[in-house]
């Protein structure tokens, strides 16, 4: 039985190592100069493998209510035990789960030497410029001009994510040649970018916020956490989770807000509580920017201050609770233009992608026998935390071992 995988991130390196431990002989494709590049970037560099916490609904795809279906098959715990077994210590913070020496190379190298330890052939810099199917399978026209021949193929080819390029980006060419449809492909896990001038009174700073994303007027997503606020928008993992629906947003046009709330600990009530306490005991020599001392951010006080048409140097003995309340509300509830993501290559994955509608649940297309696809190829992706680099084990694993035995 021999196999073809395109595709040599983390998806196509546990497909090729799965499909070679179930007797396969495996060849691995990969057009970059070496195998898992996209790995050494996961988490920082620390490489944040898999959660311990994942859910359904921590995925999201066109078609509804389809990860279960898969995970069920090969979950977080087995990834775990598999790299465990492969001889790597697991550091687990909170769920998220780590290599012991936080260093995203031990995953590499562990995949690498499962690799070697499987005779699996790696062929970089290489990709094929036709795929041909035939009544035996797969031949291959690389740009080397030689070919290769196959009985299966698993597609793993990634997506635009991380792409500088996106013409040099094969993989949903391949997909659409061999009769596979694409839900729209938008940037995900991504910064968002805002319309205005006022970012960058604010860039650098950042802070413990909740955001609520607006699509047409209606509340789509709520999420708290870090924010970055930059020159151009917002950042931060908040943001990177719900950016999908602001790429989706772009992409179709719709109006879309953030409301950003730098004080989500704080009822609405408490908050003017607390401001009017404070008016009514500190003494009015002081100004403005000694009132909001200590809430916030000094470049986060100044906006507020200043985009009310006040300054910071403003006696408090010149405004009043009236007036303090205006700067104050907004702090709670701070409304944004957003008008579209950072490009592809910012974005750690990519949302849409070959309609999970047209593959099977061992990975298999529908319409072409002995033709397999994993990762982030298809209309799959998760949120922040290690639910990508599962979805890459989950599909990869499924992928090679299916293509093995089937």
């Known amino acids: 039985m021999k196999i073809g995988i395109i595709g040599a991130g983390a998806s196509g390196l546990m497909a090729a190592i799965t499909a ?20 050494l970037a996961t988490g920082n560099g620390k490489c944040n493998f898999t959660n311990k916490n994942i859910k359904s609904t921590d995925y ?29 210590m697991v550091k687990n913070r909170e769920g998220y789960c780590y290599p012991r020496s936080e260093q995203a190379s031990t995953i590499l ?10 005779k699996i052939e790696i062929l970089t810099n290489t990709f094929p410029k ?18 290769l021949n196959f009985d299966k193929l698993i597609l ?10 996106r013409d040099s980006f094969t993989g949903y060419t391949y997909a659409k040649e061999l009769g596979h449809s694409l839900v729209p492909v938008v940037p995900a896990l991504v910064q968002v970018r805002g319309k205005g001038k006022e970012f960058k009174t604010v860039a650098g700073v950042r802070c413990q916020a909740a955001l609520s994303l607006w699509i047409n007027d209606q509340q789509v997503v709520r999420e708290e956490g870090e924010l970055q606020l930059t020159d151009y928008g917002i950042s931060g993992i908040p943001v990177f989770q719900f950016s999908r629906r602001v790429g989706y947003g772009a992409y179709y046009g719709e109006k879309m807000e953030a409301v950003i709330d730098f004080l989500p600990e704080l009822s609405l009530t ?10 009514n005991t500190m003494d009015k020599e002081f100004t403005l920017e000694d009132f909001f001392q200590g809430y916030l951010n000094k470049k986060i006080n100044h906006l507020f201050i200043t985009r009310n048409g006040y300054a910071p140097d403003w006696l408090l003995k010149k405004v009043t609770l009236k007036d303090i309340r205006k700067i104050s509300s907004q702090m709670k509830e701070w409304r944004i233009s957003l008008k579209e993501t950072n490009p592809y290559e910012n974005g750690q994955v990519c949302a849409g ?15 072409i026998k002995n033709l397999f696809f994993c990762g982030e190829l298809l209309d ?3 949120r922040c935390g290690g639910y990508n680099l599962q979805w890459a084990w989950t599909s990869g694993y499924l992928a090679g071992k299916n293509a093995a035995y089937s």
Do not use: H, P
């Not at 070679?20 to 060849?27: F, P, Q």
């Open 60 to 88: 999201n795809s066109q078609t509804s209510n389809i990860f279960e279906n898969y995970i069920s098959q090969f979950n977080e715990e087995q990834v775990i035990s598999l790299f465990r077994k492969w001889g790597m």
């Open 109 to 118: 190298t562990i995949l690498e030497q499962q690799c070697k330890k499987n």
């Open 20 to 39: 070679a431990e179930n007797g396969a002989k495996v060849t691995l494709i990969e057009k970059k100069d070496r195998v898992g590049k996209k790995i």
């Open 353 to 367: 992608g070959v309609s999970m509608e047209e593959i099977g649940l061992n990975m298999e297309s529908k319409y």
């Open 270 to 279: 408490q908050w003017e509580e607390e401001i009017e306490r404070k008016w």
């Open 380 to 382: 799959v992706d998760g």
């Open 156 to 165: 793993a080819c990634g997506s635009y994510a991380g792409e500088k390029n």
């Open 130 to 147: 036709e795929i041909k199917v035939g009544k035996k399978g797969f031949t291959l026209l690389l740009n080397e001009g030689n070919k």
